[in-house]
């Protein structure tokens, strides 16, 4: 019998998420290393072999009701799973498996969960089903506003951090032959039109000015690859791609050796942090912006407002303001890092009962 079993956005060549179930492993491992663990995935084969824990096809109901009626507890996340913006579609099948677990009296837990934004016709089934898992671990304070506002207050709630921020993974030597900086976009409906331009001209004038060249990291690349390349091809200055899919101590390697980054994708800006480099926010999504917050880091802008003179501005402030945010990140990622770890241990206490 499978003591937990893991559900989330997995199985998607996403490198974040990748980066979440891989923690939550290691988390769940490090509190109790005799775990048996099992994890919903788009793609069990491939993760299998990547996590070395039991997959099932996520997509396979049959295959689903067994995992959940051979398992003692059922995991929902990391990430922001419990929202509508991506489609109702995603926020039913979430909240189905949910339903699945309770109607075989499985425990329940949210995993250092994001939550919303849930439109107004969708908020009712949600209440119904998340005020009856057990307990609710939420990644920043915007999260448990949002449950409130759907009316969920019956479930334990704390508010922790994202679990990467728990992350063990191999450090490299720093390496300062160049200096750079990162980029992460993705596609998103409704970007302004001068999106690409702006970014474009941004990082010709970063190497310009500062000699500071420009890489590029699609976190997941069916949704970021096609940006990336438009803003690469309206660039004077060369630029390079980065192969997310490659080892996680790279990217962090990567991570730690950048002058900052310009970070669309929420884990860009998490790895910022647990890198202790200065970031500038590009909020597409309110979790970005809830992000940013948490961290007390207000050096963000609207990504579908964007304007070339407001995100100079961003990242002089990055450039200028360096060792003082540096030393800001250090302190909050400590922090942040003590705090993923309670987690695990919520979940192991759960599962113990």
Known sequence: ??????????????????????????????TNNSLSLGVLSFNPRETKEQFGIDAVDRNNILSVIKAIKSAKMLVVGGGTLIQDSTSTKSLIYYLAVIKIAQAFKKKVMLYANGIGPIKEENRKITKRIINKVDVITLREQLSLE????????????????????????EKKPKNQEKQYQLVSVRSHKNLCENFCSDIARLCD????????????????????LEITEKIRNLMKSESEVFDTECNFSDLM????????????????????????????????DQKVKAFMDYIGQ?????????????????????LENDEEIKEELENKSLELRELSQKNAQIAIELLKG
Request: glycine share 6%.
């Open 1 to 30: 019998m499978t003591d937990i079993l893991l559900l989330g956005y997995y199985g998607f060549k996403n490198s974040g998420d990748d980066a979440l179930l891989l923690s939550i492993i290691q988390q769940l491992k490090k």
């Open 146 to 169: 949002e449950l409130k506002k759907i009316g969920v207050d019956k479930p334990k709630i704390i508010v922790t951090a994202d679990s990467v921020f728990g992350i063990d993974y």
């Open 205 to 224: 004038k970063m190497y310009e000015e500062h000699n500071i060249s420009t890489v590029f990291i699609p976190f997941q690349k069916k949704n970021d």
């Open 253 to 284: 390697s990567l991570m730690e050796n950048a002058r900052l980054c310009i970070g669309m994708r929420l884990h860009s800006l998490i790895y910022s942090v647990i890198s202790k480099i200065p970031c500038v926010g590009l909020v597409y």
């Open 298 to 318: 207000k050096n963000y802008l609207d990504a579908h407002s964007l304007n070339y003179r407001d995100l100079m501005e961003k990242v002089d402030y990055a």
